[in-house]
Structure formats: structure tokens, C-alpha cells
């Protein structure tokens, strides 16, 4: 993961220097943000790169369309940017049209995410687009990314970011053709399946997914957007990340996220108590790269780095309360590892532990008598 990660940095940062350049600067909000980081206001940052990430949609971008393309066959890393590209456009455009409302966004937001089981089990390119727009969606209007653009802004953005991106691309392909060597070592291509999908509005555990984290992430996103409490977005982001496509592959993914997310606090909790907060915000930024590393194959390592960044800069934020942050994320994720477990049993373990029980019930006995 590593490679794919330092391509995605390196576009992001494209993206945010040319959007930067372009005139577009962060909301009166984020210039507080970046006036109160320790880390800019002792190395004398004219703006902090996290801070542009948070802010500017053009990075996240780039962030989206990078990923579609280095998850790919390297024939098809070009077409997935583009279409990836064109997906930003159209998302950016919805969470603009949404973002002025808190009961538009989780409307929306439930939308978007109920089609992601959905998208999952019909398969092909349509799967990993709802993951890439559910996710940019969340960070385009639950957390903001898009509120201050206006139509024009919107279109600028994503051409930026898309831009930024698929020059990357060009030039690690020049690179490789050059040189032999492949900073991002994409899959080879899988053989194409002669099976039918399934018609994607149909019923099973993929339509019951769909519904139960529409309702659960459309209603806390709608709260938050409101409220601005942090405690409903942890919760939200708990029972969105622990919910897979089996029961034991939730309890799983549970299971390790908790884990992570109690080292994660522990660590950066003891950290602050033992060193100075420019410390502790500077570990918490080289945490991101870390967990982004670690994503695909260290879940538990990828919560752990998250938590420890999450927190740093919560605390910073909030004149070094570094220990009230470790506690509000702890208790955040038990209350959405409890939510999630509950109504994920609920919805879907339940009615398949019925299914199978009618299913034996009616089966002729095996001696055939």
C-alpha cells in the first residue's frame, strides 16, 4: 500500500498547491484552524497541507480519482480516472446542491450509502464508483468540503483535482516507459464472468445492508450537519465502517476497529502526557500516512494511526484537551460498535437465522423417512 499511498500524496498535494494558486483560499473557519495549529505556528507554515485537504474539495479529488485508478489493471488506470472524474463532478455538484440543509444532506446521504450493498453484489466498475461516492459525498457535505463553492467553484474544483490526477498518472507512466520502474504496482486483469448479477434492486442480505445503513447513516449525518456534535459523527462513522457484507465479517471488522481505536487512544493519550502538544500534533500528522499505509491489509494498525491523528488535532484544537478527546472517541465507538452490532442482528443476522431454521425444518429427514 505504500506505493499507491505516495502516488495519492503526491496528487493531493498538485491538486492543493494549483487550487491554492488558482485563488480559492480556505473559509474564515479554516484560517482559524491554521492560525491555532501548534505545528504552523512554530514552523511558520503560510498554510498547512491538512489543513487545504480539509477544505478543498480539488484534493480530495485527486485523493478519489487516484485511488480508482491504482486499484486497476494498468489498461483500464486511465478510463477508471476519467469516469472516476466525472463521478467527483457529479457528486460535488449534489453535495453543493444538499450541503445548505441539514435534512437534505442526510437524505442524500442515505441515498448514497444504501447504494453501496447494492452496487457490491451486482459487481463490475459500479461497485467501487458507490464506494468512491459515498465516500466523497461525506467529506463534500457532511463534513463540509463543498459549502463555501459556488456552480463555478464546483466545476473548477473538480477539474483541478481530476486534472492533477491523471497528470500523476502520465507522468509515472512516462516513468515506467523510461526507467522500468512502477511506483503504483496495479493488479492484473481478472477474467470476465459469464454469470448474470443479480437484478440490483433485489431482496437478500445486500437489500436489508442497504436499507439498515441508509436509516442509521442518513439520520446521524443529518443530526450532525445540524448540530455539529461530534458525538453523533463518531457514532456514524463506527457502525458505517464495522457493517460488511457477512456477520462474522462485521463482528469481525468490529472487533478490530475497537481494538484499534483503544491502543490508538492510549498511545497518543500517554504521549501528550509526557511531551509538549507540538510534539504530540506532529506525531498525530505522521500517523495519517501511516494508517493510510496500513489501510487495505492492517485494519487494527489503520484504526490505531487514525485515532492518534484524530485526537491530536482535536486537542490542539481545543487549548491542548488532548485527554477529554481520547475519552469522547472511546465512548463514541463503543456506543456505535453497540448500535451497529444491535441492529445489524436485527435486520439481518435474525431473519437469516429464521430463514435457515425454516429451510432444515422443511428439508426431508436424511434417512428418507
Given at each position: 500500500m505504500w506505493r499507491p499511498a505516495i502516488a495519492i500524496a503526491i496528487?493531493?498535494?498538485?491538486?492543493?498547491?494549483?487550487?491554492w494558486l488558482a485563488g480559492y483560499r480556505p473559509p474564515e473557519a479554516?484560517?482559524?484552524?491554521?492560525?491555532?495549529?501548534?505545528?504552523?505556528?512554530?514552523?511558520?507554515?503560510?498554510?498547512?497541507?491538512?489543513?487545504?485537504?480539509?477544505?478543498?474539495?480539488?484534493?480530495?479529488?485527486?485523493?478519489?480519482?487516484?485511488?480508482?485508478?491504482?486499484?486497476?489493471?494498468?489498461?483500464?488506470?486511465?478510463?477508471?480516472?476519467?469516469?472516476?472524474?466525472?463521478?467527483?463532478?457529479?457528486?460535488?455538484?449534489?453535495?453543493?446542491?444538499?450541503?445548505?440543509?441539514?435534512?437534505?444532506?442526510?437524505?442524500?446521504?442515505?441515498?448514497?450509502?444504501?447504494?453501496?450493498?447494492?452496487?457490491?453484489?451486482?459487481?463490475?466498475?459500479?461497485?467501487?464508483?458507490?464506494?468512491?461516492?459515498?465516500?466523497?459525498?461525506?467529506?463534500?457535505?457532511?463534513?463540509?468540503?463543498?459549502?463555501?463553492?459556488?456552480?463555478?467553484?464546483?466545476?473548477?474544483?473538480?477539474?483541478?483535482?481530476?486534472?492533477?490526477?491523471?497528470?500523476?498518472?502520465?507522468?509515472?507512466?512516462?516513468?515506467?516507459?523510461?526507467?522500468?520502474?512502477?511506483?503504483?504496482?496495479?493488479?492484473?486483469?481478472?477474467?470476465?464472468?459469464?454469470?448474470?448479477?443479480?437484478?440490483?434492486?433485489?431482496?437478500?442480505?445486500?437489500?436489508?445492508?442497504?436499507?439498515?445503513?441508509?436509516?442509521?447513516?442518513?439520520?446521524?449525518?443529518?443530526?450532525?450537519?445540524?448540530?455539529?456534535?461530534?458525538?453523533?459523527?463518531?457514532?456514524?462513522?463506527?457502525?458505517?465502517?464495522?457493517?460488511?457484507?457477512?456477520?462474522?465479517?462485521?463482528?469481525?471488522?468490529?472487533?478490530?476497529?475497537?481494538?484499534?481505536?483503544?491502543?490508538?487512544?492510549?498511545?497518543?493519550?500517554?504521549?501528550?502526557?509526557?511531551?509538549?502538544?507540538?510534539?504530540?500534533?506532529?506525531?498525530?500528522?505522521?500517523?495519517?500516512?501511516?494508517?493510510?499505509?496500513?489501510?487495505?491489509?492492517?485494519?487494527?494498525?489503520?484504526?490505531?494511526?487514525?485515532?492518534?491523528?484524530?485526537?491530536?488535532?482535536?486537542?490542539?484544537?481545543?487549548?491542548?484537551?488532548?485527554?477529554?478527546?481520547?475519552?469522547?472517541?472511546?465512548?463514541?465507538?463503543?456506543?456505535?460498535?453497540?448500535?451497529?452490532?444491535?441492529?445489524?442482528?436485527?435486520?439481518?443476522?435474525?431473519?437469516?437465522?429464521?430463514?435457515?431454521?425454516?429451510?432444515?425444518?422443511?428439508?426431508?429427514?436424511?434417512?428418507?423417512?
Open positions: 496528487a493531493s498535494t498538485l491538486a492543493g498547491w494549483l487550487t479554516a484560517r482559524f484552524i491554521e492560525g491555532h495549529f501548534s505545528l504552523g505556528q512554530h514552523l511558520g507554515f503560510e498554510y498547512q497541507l491538512f489543513v487545504i485537504a480539509k477544505v478543498l474539495p480539488a484534493v480530495f479529488v485527486a485523493w478519489f480519482v487516484m485511488m480508482a485508478a491504482s486499484f486497476v489493471p494498468r489498461k483500464k488506470s486511465l478510463p477508471s480516472a476519467l469516469l472516476a472524474g466525472v463521478a467527483m463532478l457529479a457528486t460535488l455538484l449534489l453535495a453543493w446542491g444538499a450541503v445548505k440543509s441539514p435534512w437534505a444532506v442526510g437524505a442524500v446521504m442515505a441515498v448514497v450509502i444504501a447504494m453501496g450493498p447494492l452496487a457490491r453484489r451486482h459487481g463490475g466498475a459500479g461497485a467501487g464508483l458507490a464506494m468512491l461516492v459515498a465516500v466523497a459525498f461525506f467529506f463534500f457535505a457532511v463534513m463540509g468540503a463543498a459549502k463555501d463553492l459556488d456552480p463555478d467553484g464546483v466545476l473548477v474544483q473538480a477539474a483541478i483535482g481530476t486534472g492533477a490526477a491523471v497528470l500523476v498518472l502520465v507522468v509515472l507512466w512516462i516513468i515506467r516507459r523510461l526507467t522500468g520502474f512502477a511506483l503504483i504496482q496495479q493488479p492484473p486483469a481478472k477474467p470476465k464472468s459469464t454469470e448474470k448479477p443479480p437484478p440490483f434492486f433485489s431482496g437478500g442480505i445486500a437489500m436489508r445492508q442497504a436499507l439498515l445503513l441508509g436509516v442509521l447513516l442518513g439520520t446521524t449525518a443529518g443530526l450532525w450537519a445540524a448540530t455539529k456534535n461530534h458525538n453523533y459523527f463518531w457514532v456514524m462513522v463506527t457502525f458505517w465502517a464495522i457493517t460488511q457484507a457477512t456477520p462474522d465479517a462485521t463482528f469481525d471488522r468490529g472487533l478490530k476497529r475497537v481494538v484499534g481505536v483503544m491502543v490508538g487512544c492510549l498511545l497518543i493519550g500517554g504521549l501528550a502526557v509526557v511531551s509538549t502538544p507540538d510534539v504530540v500534533v506532529t506525531v498525530g500528522f505522521i500517523m495519517l500516512f501511516v494508517g493510510v499505509v496500513c489501510w487495505a491489509r492492517y485494519y487494527t494498525i489503520y484504526i490505531a494511526a487514525i485515532s492518534m491523528m484524530t485526537v491530536a488535532l482535536h486537542g490542539d484544537l481545543e487549548n491542548y484537551e488532548f485527554g477529554h478527546w481520547v475519552l469522547l472517541r472511546v465512548a463514541d465507538t463503543l456506543v456505535g460498535l453497540v448500535i451497529g452490532f444491535a441492529a445489524y442482528w436485527l435486520v439481518i443476522t435474525l431473519p437469516e437465522l429464521r430463514k435457515a431454521h425454516r429451510e432444515a425444518a422443511a428439508a426431508p429427514p436424511a434417512d428418507g423417512g
